[in-house]
Every structure is written in C-alpha cells, then in structure tokens.
C-alpha cells in the first residue's frame, strides 16, 4: 500500500534559523498536501501542489514537489516561535485517491 | 459556515467497553474521512466515505470498529469492545472535492483503561 515517510522526526532551532522538511512517497501522487497541527489542536490545511517540479511560496514557506511526484519538500525560512508545530505532508494517490499522511516532523522553535 | 464538528471531545472508558463517537462535515461535503493518532505518532488512515458509501476501508484495524454514515450526512465510529491500544485521538475531516482539501474537526480523545 501506500506509504508516506518524512524526515525529520524532530527538529529544534534557534529563532531565526531556517527549516527544511522532506517527504517520500513509495508510490506516484496525484497531488500532495501539507499541513500544520499546533501542540493540542488538529491539522490545518496549508497548501496544495498538483504539477510536476511545482514550486508554490506563502510568505516565508516554500513548498516544493518532486518531478516524480513522488517527494516533497517544506522550507520555512527565517523562523518564528509562531511556526511551533508539527507538519505533515499527505499524499493524494490511488484509485480512491486516498489521502495518506506522512509520518509528520515536529519543529520547535526556540527564541 | 459551521466546520467539522466532533462529539465527544474526549471519553474515558474501560476495556472492553463500547464507545460511539460522532462527526458532522461541513455541510455539501460529500467525503469524509476518519484518521487516528496514537501517542503524537503519524495519523493514520481508517476509512474514508463517498456519501452514505465506504470508498475506502482499508484502513480499518479489525472488526471492532464499525462506522456509518446513514444518509450521507453525519457519520459514527463504533468501537466494541474498546481494548487499551484503541486510546489516541480521532479525527474526522470532510472534503468538498474528492482527494482535495481536508478540513479536520477538533478531535476525539479516547483513553481506554
């Protein structure tokens, strides 16, 4: 089936610094997505990329999808101890287009 | 425009106990979708309806846990007997568009002792 890994697990930097999170996908996706889930809350959608080598920005996040649509990146430059979460990529595929998420990277943030 | 709402928010029973919990999508949204997180872990896939219909259970854990969506609007998960790994956080999320956009409901806290 389809299997959705990120890494890191965990990242924790200073304020300022920037951050990078990776997503693989053991199959071809139509889509990928992302989202954030704040500490005791429940995922937000962030953004959508459908195309090939797609690059899409909001303000300091830089979403990136792979060629083979089958990785992904999030880069979050400049950090703020606002951006504290946990990110999670998801990966649209399937017959069922089913939304399967990744295993999520943790970032703190600290000032 | 009211967002996924879940009831309840959190539940504590005892093993082999039964528990129902409920989720109402955004209204029009015809798919919805149930994902468990256990123990801050990766959310995983249970099942995801088209409608009153199941698309997709694959990822259903066994025959303990049973949803519904009669009607097509609101939809339940059932878990009996409850058993201690059933604990985590379920959510529920709906979609207007099928593969698109998720909107998650606050969640369903499950502590089973």
């Known amino acids: 089936g389809q299997q959705v890994m990120q890494i890191p697990q965990y990242q924790h930097v200073q304020e300022g610094e920037d951050f990078t999170t990776y997503c693989n996908s053991s199959t071809t996706l139509s889509n990928i997505q992302w989202y954030k889930q704040r500490p005791g809350g429940h995922p937000v959608f962030l953004i959508q990329l459908v195309k090939s080598g797609e690059v899409k920005k909001q303000k300091r996040l830089t979403f990136q999808f792979g060629e083979a649509k089958k990785n992904s990146s999030l880069h979050i430059t400049a950090t703020q101890t606002t951006d504290v979460g946990t990110y999670f990529c998801a990966g649209v595929g399937g017959g069922y287009q089913k939304v399967t998420f990744g295993t999520g990277t943790k970032l703190q943030v600290i000032p | 425009e009211a967002g996924v709402t879940q009831f309840p928010s959190h539940s504590v029973i005892e093993k082999g106990q039964t528990v129902t919990l409920r989720c109402d999508p955004i209204?029009?949204?015809?798919?919805l979708y149930w994902y468990r997180r256990v123990m801050g872990k990766e959310i995983k896939f249970l099942l995801h309806f088209v409608k009153e219909s199941k698309q997709d259970e694959s990822g259903m854990p066994n025959n303990r846990f049973l949803a519904e969506r009669t009607g097509g609007t609101y939809s339940t998960l059932k878990v009996q007997p409850a058993e201690l790994e059933d604990s985590g956080v379920y959510f529920c999320?709906?979609?207007?568009?099928?593969?698109?956009?998720?909107?998650f409901g606050e969640g369903s806290r499950l502590t089973v002792l």
């Open positions: 209204s029009g949204h015809d798919n």
């Open positions: 999320a709906s979609s207007q568009v099928f593969g698109g956009e998720l909107f």
